[in-house]
């Protein structure tokens, strides 16, 4: 169980930087072919290293993929501007294959271009290699800070105005819940990132005591064009898990989390406002009924984040080798969706 911090200010980086690394490594197979991409997709030193003198380690957190940090050794003189630390993301079973491989990759080096993510550095069809950023990862509980509340709406706005070259029709709700919950509530279809949560948002090193431009979202491999709704209720519901337990299940559920409807309406305007700056321009009556109308929208599809990370985390307890409690996590994500829909009286 985290300990709980005070909410009024960012938390400082603990050192070092990446408290997430492991000090085990991994199996030596896996090291080789790391070894390999890297002195085959990276330039200058990296073509020089030896296999013996390569440093990688294990970074924890990942639920789909799994992370490394490959490091050219302290001694190693670098030759030009090549980078000295680099993320090996290798993928999961779910996102293995050809088209999936294509389409984030794709994806990705667009956003990198964007200076929306990571630089991409090598692609292959077991993951890739990709910018370390020096930075943590956000605690569960800075998520209410409204300065940070702030700054993800931002984020996500600009995120939800890019145009990608994707299919456009949404593909991730399930026959009649979608038609139950677009009966109901309409939600206009963006491209979403659709995992947002803290593990996705990285606190920038050097960066904590500004107030815009502190923060970075990472891992886009379950991005699609979606419902609104879906992306940012799913957000709110990730404001309840907390991912950084040590014991199985290796996460913990605080329903009372959940944001309340005065830090929601925080961060709507700041949404609102990012996403369309003509809103500025309307009277406060009509941005209040903006505001309420995406209240309506966002925790209506909450419920369709619940279902879908259920099924989601049942699928990743057959095929899923990262040490995690899959069942349990599903078993809490349906317990929350007749909770919320409940609560919701639908």
């Known amino acids: 169980m985290a300990d709980h911090k005070p909410l009024n200010q960012v938390q400082p980086d603990t050192e070092p930087d990446c408290k997430d690394i492991r000090p085990d490594e991994p199996d030596q197979q896996t090291k080789h072919k790391a070894f390999m991409w890297c002195r085959e997709f990276l ?36 030759v030009g501007d090549e980078p000295r630390n680099v993320l090996l993301r290798l993928y999961g079973a779910i996102l293995q294959g050809a088209e999936a491989m294509i389409l984030e990759s794709v994806m990705f080096a667009i956003l990198a271009e964007r200076q929306l993510g990571p630089k991409l550095y090598g692609i292959f069809p077991q993951g890739r290699l990709e910018q370390f950023v020096p930075s943590r990862k956000l605690n569960t509980d800075e998520l209410k800070i409204p300065s940070i509340s702030s700054e993800i709406a931002e984020k996500i706005a600009k995120f939800h105005r890019m145009r990608m070259p994707f299919n456009k029709e949404p593909k991730w709700l399930f026959g009649t819940m979608e038609k139950c919950l677009l009966e109901s509530t309409q ?7 659709n995992d947002l949560q803290e593990g996705n948002i990285l606190l920038l090193s050097g960066r904590e005591n500004m107030d815009k431009q502190k923060l970075m979202l990472i891992d886009f491999e379950y991005s699609s064009y979606n419902y609104r709704g879906f992306d940012i209720g799913n957000f709110f519901c990730e404001w309840t898990y907390d991912y950084t337990c040590d014991v199985s299940p290796y996460f913990k559920t605080t329903t ?52 879908f990370w259920g099924l989601w985390s049942i699928i990743q307890a057959r095929i899923s080798t990262i040490e995690f409690g899959y069942l349990d996590y599903a078993m809490a994500r349906f317990d929350s969706y007749f909770e919320l829909k409940k609560e919701l009286g639908i």
């Open 187 to 193: 939600s206009p279809v963006v491209f979403c990132h």
């Open 256 to 307: 009372k989390n959940y944001p309340t409807k005065a830090q929601q309406m925080h961060f709507f305007k700041s949404y609102l406002l990012e996403y369309d700056p003509g809103i500025a321009n309307l009277s406060e009556e009509d941005q209040l009924k903006l505001r309420e109308d995406m209240l309506v929208e966002v925790n209506r599809f909450a419920l369709a984040s619940h279902f």
């Open 43 to 78: 330039h200058g030193a990296w073509k020089t290293v030896e296999e013996n003198d390569f440093q990688i380690t294990v970074i924890r957190g990942g639920l789909s993929n799994k992370l490394f940090l490959c490091a050219l050794p302290e001694e190693q003189q670098s």
